[in-house]
């Protein structure tokens, strides 16, 4: 692609596009790109202008050997090579080193007030949103478009950030229409020419505009490259002419360089003008180094946070005494404030949490980044409470059982994960004489306890999950509710809310039936102990291997498994043929010792038991979703699953057509029938995993929704990866709060109650719930991070099997097949003699020199290689550092196999299914 005048077109433009809009936007204010880091950057290939010369024209290979410079690069020509600016505290952002924060100039505008925002805001002028900030760059923000616009409104800087944080609500004006930036993907999927004149004449202005801030010379008044970005794009050799420009510039104003653009082929640019309210939380977890003999400087560890001045007579003499025996030591502060002239925030010391590395100081930095509520409940909360103890134990008023169906007397039962102690869900299944099956699946019914308008109400709400770290749980719902009042316990009267359906023995539904019941569990299941009923019917019900049960026999729960098991298996069938899509990636699992530090890793296996009761959790979903849609066709609370990124899926269906596999994508039907095909094809289990994680990278994330929406259609609604039209969370009231106001919405349908909500009110829950859920799945994935690296420094180097999914000019991408882990490798730290690209054939080729001679690893797409994986502890930080095993001997092959360990039988629940 390098070689292609196209590919090198479109670069060029969109390269332009950002750097006009960095000029615009900081016109004398000009600031310094976000650090580079080793992440994506690195992996994609470092710039040819900084850390190679370019290969000719007609060579697709690149060779690296040792000692020429970092990475194995060949040394950059100087008239291609960046410079970077060190000391002109103009171009300097708050990720500057510099002891003098402050400038003369105001580097951010003034916010409105609250006044001006809302008269602003009226009249048409702003639009107002959630301010969303790229984790891995500071400067890449967005808010929603809303009604005005199709897509978000993007904040292309920190300037045009104007010291707004991620989650505050934030008051925008948008710029003008010839700042805005051009979709050139979408434009050519759709086969829309958009024509380059618009290139030539932002060429013609940026020429103009690079001499205003450095008087015309190319430097900075102090001697130094100018940084501005203007001159980033003349050094980088971006200025007057580049590779695929025309040799003359367009004589057209700047303001028509997108005149003949559709709008549909645009995203708006705007910047923010004022806060209006803050995100509630503004508490950072980071380090304090010193600043001078006044103050400290506070470096967060989230990137989108500035950096925060601290006053040394702030902090705990302790600290201040000995700074450098607090390096390493993590701490939390708050911002207090940010003036329009400071490059850094004001800000107050609250705490150490304790040393970096440490697996409960790092768990709470978790919390505090992705603001995980970790405090108990308050007492206004607590009032709102049931007044049960041993004195006062919870009974069932008979006025209450009056307006329920009483379905203590059915055989209900539950299946959930051995430690399990919320069990907000139980199913029943009794043969009818016609040959069908009443089957039940009953909910607890939170929303009996929790009452809108209340303190409890308010904190559920703004909680909106329960949150899973790997060494515990932070709950939504005071304890005594999840794991007491609301859960289904066995042998104990609870609320619930049911649904009920007469099925055929296909699992078509004949009839159902929605409502609130109190039931009476005859006992609590694990996967395992239905897993036990499926692999063998014909075993007997004993003391020794099955849970107590109460008031039933064995033998006909055991029947009642295996009948549910018979539907389950036709409804996935059906759910299959009709285009459903499993692409869950591989969940880690660990066994923790009394000090909570694990002892063994392996990956969670989803098997017939799980699936069982998966089926009919989506089931009373769907069946929920349809109901209340017809009720209340304006603000239905549903769970939508948006169609992939068009152009990503491509690129998976294009990278298989190398390899013989036609990935049909018109539909999720299509998808799934293509993995079917592949999965009989292929006997390689590995390379399946590697498709199905592949095609997981278009997908877009679920979200909660409110129907009635003007930007939405009805088709919009469908959630694409289960092929429903309707689709909702029903089921998890205990964990989750969509499901708790479904259940309000479900009662009022049936009662015909008025509801406390209109459709802006659900949207702004459904809102929250979005928000919180991602918030809450980044914390879990972070603590299976820091785990397994726990893990791997206190039992490692393993030995694994991985296979290459992903080939770059520098490293490559692999899946660790047993873990169903992602791991990058980097060419120049596996210790290789030499390495090279070939693009043409996308393979990576290392050349060892070992004792025994000289060893090739060719590095190509599904290729598979033993990998060593290992973690250091340096400064305070885990240090990932996985390698290629060029040979690996008997001794270690047989440490290898002992440490793979027997799959849990607990799998991904039903909420991680969508």
Known sequence: RQNNSEYRRDLFVNCVQLQYRYILLTMSEPTTPQRRGRGRGRGRGRSR?????????????????????????????????????????????????????????????????????????????????????????????????????????????????????????????????????V???????????????????????????????????????????????????????????????????????????????????????????????????????????????????????????????????????????????????????????????????????????????????????????????????????????????????????????????????HRIFSIDPPTARDLDDALHCTKLPNGNYEVGVHIADVSHFVTPDTALDEEAQARATTTYMVQRAYHMLPRMLCE???????????????????????????????????????????YGHAQAIIDEPTKDWNAETFPELFGHQGEDVKADILGLHSIAQCLRKARYDNGALRLDKTKLAFRLDEAQNPTECFAYVQREANQLVEEFMLLANQSVAQHIYKHFPGMALLRRHPRPLERRLKEVADRYDHSGLQLETESSKAVAMSIRRYQASEADPAKVQVLQLLLTTPMQLAQYCATGDELLDEEDYAHYALSMPLYTHFTSPIRRYADLLVHRLLAAS??????????????????????????????????????????????????????????????????????????????????????????????????????????????????????????????????????LLIEETSEEAKATAAAVTASCDIAVGVDEAD
């Open 750 to 883: 049936l009662t015909q109650e008025q509801l406390p909500y209109e459709h802006d009110d659900v949207a702004a829950i459904a809102n929250t719930c979005n928000e919180r859920k991602e918030a809450a799945k980044r914390a879990q994935d972070a603590s299976s991070t820091l785990f397994m690296y726990v893990y791997v420094h206190q039992h490692g180097p393993f030995h694994e099997e991985a296979i290459v999914y992903r080939v770059l000019d520098q490293s490559c991408d692999v899946l660790v097949v047993r873990l169903g882990i992602e791991v990058r490798l980097y060419a120049d730290k596996q210790g290789a003699e030499s390495y090279e690209y070939d693009e043409s054939a996308q393979i990576l080729r290392l050349k060892f020199v070992e004792p025994q001679g000289e060893i090739v690893k060719e590095l190509g797409f599904l290729t598979k290689h033993r990998i060593t994986l290992a973690t250091e502890l340096i400064k305070g930080k885990y240090v990932f550092k996985p390698r």
């Open 484 to 526: 007491q009042l609301c859960s289904l316990t066995a042998n104990e009267d609870r609320y619930a809310f049911s649904v009920i359906w007469e099925l055929d023995p296909t699992g078509k539904r004949v009839n159902e039936w929605f409502g609130r019941s109190v039931i009476n569990s005859c006992g609590k299941l694990a």
């Open 49 to 181: 202008n900084s850390s190679q010369q370019a290969s000719p024209a007609n060579t697709p290979q690149r060779s690296h050997r040792r000692g020429r410079g970092r990475g194995n690069s060949q040394q950059p020509s100087p008239a291609t090579t960046p410079q970077r600016s060190q000391g002109n505290s103009r171009v300097s952002t708050p990720r500057s080193n510099q002891n003098t924060p402050r400038s003369r100039n105001p580097i951010f505008e003034e916010h409105l007030s609250m006044e001006e925002m809302t008269q602003g805001l009226e009249e048409g002028k702003y639009l107002k949103g959630r301010l969303r900030i790229n984790t891995k760059n500071f400067e890449d923000c967005y808010v929603p478009g809303g009604k005005a616009f199709k897509r978000d409104i993007s904040i292309p800087s920190l300037a045009a950030r104007n010291r707004a944080l991620d989650g505050d609500i934030v008051v925008v004006e948008v710029l003008p229409r010839h700042t805005w930036r």
């Open 183 to 409: 979709m050139h993907s979408e434009a050519r999927e759709a086969g829309v020419d958009i024509p380059a004149d618009h290139m030539q004449s932002l060429e013609q202005a940026l020429a103009q505009l690079q001499l205003a801030p450095s008087q015309g010379k190319g430097r900075s008044h102090r001697g130094r490259v100018d940084q501005s970005a203007a001159g980033r794009m003349v050094a980088a050799g971006l200025g007057a002419s580049a590779p695929g420009s025309p040799a003359k510039p367009s004589t057209a104003p700047v303001t028509d360089r997108v005149s003949t653009v559709p709008d549909a082929y645009l995203q708006p640019v705007a910047k923010v003008v004022g806060i209006f309210r803050r995100s509630a939380d503004l508490a950072f977890v980071g380090f304090v180094r010193p600043m001078n003999d006044r103050k400290c400087v506070f470096i967060p560890r989230d990137t989108r946070v500035p950096r925060l001045m601290l006053k040394r007579t702030e902090l705990p003499a302790e600290i201040t005494s000995d700074l450098d025996a607090y390096e390493y030591t993590l701490a939390l502060a708050s911002l207090s404030g940010w003036e329009t002239n400071s490059k850094y925030a004001e800000g107050s010391f609250i705490k150490l949490l304790g040393a970096s590395g440490a697996v409960d100081a790092e768990t709470e930095a978790i919390l505090r980044e992705y603001r995980i509520p970790s405090s108990e409940f308050d007492d206004a909360v607590m009032a709102c409470l049931p007044k049960v103890d041993d004195d006062h134990p919870f009974t069932i008023p008979e006025e209450e059982l009056a307006k329920r169906r009483d379905l203590r007397q």
